[in-house]
């Protein structure tokens, strides 16, 4: 069995990683600070020389403000296109911050805790 650092889906979900921590307008050096860690690590982690875990993604999305689920959704629909261009992976990045965006009011607003869970 291959490692999963090694395959190109992992890939094209650190390259959506990348493009929302760009897209957001944060540097390695300020995702880094509100990680609390190290520019390096960040660098690390984006091109693939070392591999995040769940809780990992969850916490570099919280950084960005982005919610971790339509990263995720982003990444999940794009994943089974072996060539992925630029301008789509854009396109999906635009559309999951406005996602993203009203997904966070929706769950600042409330009572969204239990209609939610009904």
Known sequence: MTRTIHKD???LL????????EAVGVTQVELAQRLRTTQSYVSKCERGERRIDIME????????GVDASVLMDAFLDHRDYRQVSPESM???VAALMR????RQRMRAL????KESSS
């Open 14 to 21: 650190l390259g959506f990683m990348q493009l929302v921590r």
């Open 99 to 102: 996602k993203s965006k009203r």
């Open 9 to 11: 889906e992992y890939h």
């Open 90 to 92: 854009a396109a999906a």
């Open 110 to 113: 409330p009572g969204a805790d």
């Open 57 to 64: 993604f969850v916490a570099y999305c919280e950084a960005l």
